[in-house]
Each structure stands twice: as C-alpha cells, then as structure tokens.
C-alpha cells in the first residue's frame, strides 16, 4: 500500500502562491493515478486535480482551473500542487491520495494534510 505525506501548506495573501508537495512511499508509486483534494471547516471535502500514472493526462476541478498546475515527479515519489492566484475560498486542508477516484468518499485511508489559509 502507498503511503502519503503532505507538506508545503501555510499562510500566503490573496493573489499569492504555494507549492505543495505529497511525498510517497512505496516502489510501485509510479503506477498509479495520484489525487489532490482539499476540505474547508464546514464543509464536505471535495476534489481538486489528478494526474495519470504517466503524468501525461491531468484534470481539474472547474474551481481551480487556469490557476492550479498539479505534476508529478518519479524519480523523488512525489506529486506536486503549484497554486497560484490563490483566492479565500481556497483555504481548506488539503490532501493527496493514490488512485483514479475523483470521488473523495471512496477513500479509506488519508494522509495528515496540510493547511492552506488565504487571507484577503
């Protein structure tokens, strides 16, 4: 089982941007579709990118399209979330998982996450 780490969340101002990163283990990492996702207080958590296993297909949610880039990295086991433009309402944690899934319910297991808060 491929197990996530998630890193690179913190405080940044409207229009600013962060990079976050999901680090993980296990040899057979490169093989699988990897997923960003993010849950704000209150709120049900919901998806935000994917990557193919190939790193050659990528979609996103409609919220974050234009601003967010999502790639992935083999050789480091690591999927990157470049966000830029960020907005408000893009203040939630966020997490990565393994799998081709958009839908977060889906999941059993996750990661610790990692908080993004955007200040106006």
């Known amino acids: 089982q491929v197990q996530v780490v998630e890193s690179g969340g913190g405080l940044v101002q409207a229009g600013g941007s962060l990079r976050l990163s999901c680090a993980a283990s296990?040899?057979?990492?490169?093989?699988?579709?990897m997923g960003w996702f993010r849950q704000a207080p209150g709120k049900e958590r919901e998806f935000v990118a994917q990557i193919s296993w190939r790193g050659d297909s990528t979609y996103y949610a409609d919220s974050v399209k234009g601003r967010f880039t999502i790639s992935r990295d083999g050789a480091k086991n690591t999927v990157y979330l470049q966000m830029n433009s960020l907005k408000p309402e893009d203040s939630a944690v966020y997490y990565c998982?393994?799998?081709?899934?958009?839908?977060?319910?889906?999941?059993?297991?996750w990661g610790q996450g990692t908080q993004v808060t955007v200040s106006s």
């Open positions: 296990g040899s057979t990492f490169s093989r699988y579709t």
């Open positions: 998982n393994v799998g081709p899934s958009r839908l977060p319910n889906e999941y059993v297991h």
